[in-house]
Every structure is written in structure tokens, then in C-alpha cells.
């Protein structure tokens, strides 16, 4: 996928879902940081974090596009246009696009894991799920297990 798609993919979602047409340019930022994409007030132009369609697909790619073009349609008549904004939420429902543009970091953070350390032997366990420490003790020493907050 590369601009030109991604110019195609706007303009078509823009028609199907908004029953508008999208008329300014579409392109991916590699310098994007964390956020799925962004709107360029000045400009109207949205860009899309390229990162999110390596990491997620064309699905994800799709959302981010929605809810940009949530931003551009409402900007572009002066309604309002914010994340805060009445207008915005309604036209996010109705069209069905994510409430955020997602970005890279928070998704990853849903695979965090929990680390714990003896305090007796300084062992240290990851797990996926949070543990009881009061129930569950070293598997070296049978120390006490510390809950290590990163
Ligand atoms: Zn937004
Ligand atoms: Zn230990």
C-alpha cells in the first residue's frame, strides 16, 4: 500500500461513509510518532502513521481514516470538530470510527506484564497476570514477593 492507494482508499471511504467527497491529499508520515494519524488544519490534509498499517492492517488503517475524516468533513463545514465537541462524538457513532486514533504505544501496553522480585533471593518473575503475593512466595527461597512497579 503506499500514498497513491492510501489517497484511493480516503476518497472512497469519504463517499461510502460521509457521502462527501474527500478532495485534499491523503499520505503516510513516517515521522508520526505514536498516533494512528492526524489532520492538518492548515493544510486539510491527513497523514497516517505508516507504522500502524505494518503493525495492524488495512482494517486499523480503515478506522484511522474514518475518524480523520470525522475531523475533516466537520472542520471543513465549522461545526465542531474537536474530541470534546457534540458534533464530533455524533458523527464518530455514526459512522462507526474509533473513538481515538489509537496509538502504537497503547496497544502494545495491553501485553504489559507484571514483574515481581524476591525480596529475600532479588529472583525476579514476569507474568501476564497480576498475582496474589500474599498467597504465592518465591519458587528459590519461599521468600516474600515484592510487586515491582515500573
Ligand atoms: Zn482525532
Ligand atoms: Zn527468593
Given amino acids: 500500500m503506499d500514498n497513491k492507494d492510501l489517497q484511493s482508499l480516503t476518497e472512497e471511504i469519504s463517499i461510502k461513509d460521509f457521502h462527501k467527497p474527500f478532495v485534499h491529499q491523503a499520505f503516510f508520515n513516517k515521522r ?67 473513538r481515538f486514533c489509537r496509538s502504537v504505544k497503547a496497544k502494545s501496553s495491553v501485553q504489559l506484564v507484571h514483574e515481581y522480585r524476591c525480596s529475600a533471593c532479588q529472583q525476579t518473575y514476569m507474568r501476564r497476570r497480576r498475582m496474589n503475593t500474599d498467597k504465592y512466595v518465591c519458587g528459590k527461597c519461599r521468600g516474600k514477593l515484592i510487586k515491582i512497579d515500573s
Avoid: W
Avoid at 478506522?63 to 465542531?80: R, S
Avoid at 470538530?81 to 457534540?86: E, F, I, M, P, T
Fill in 32 to 98: 508520526l510518532k505514536t498516533t494512528g494519524g492526524r489532520y492538518d488544519l492548515q493544510t486539510h490534509n491527513i497523514e497516517i502513521n505508516e507504522k500502524h498499517f505494518q503493525m495492524y492492517g488495512i482494517s486499523e488503517v480503515e478506522g484511522i481514516i474514518k475518524h480523520e475524516l470525522c475531523h475533516y468533513h466537520l472542520h471543513i463545514e465549522g461545526k465542531g470538530y474537536k474530541h470534546r465537541d457534540q458534533d464530533f462524538r455524533e458523527l464518530l457513532k455514526e459512522v462507526k470510527a474509533p
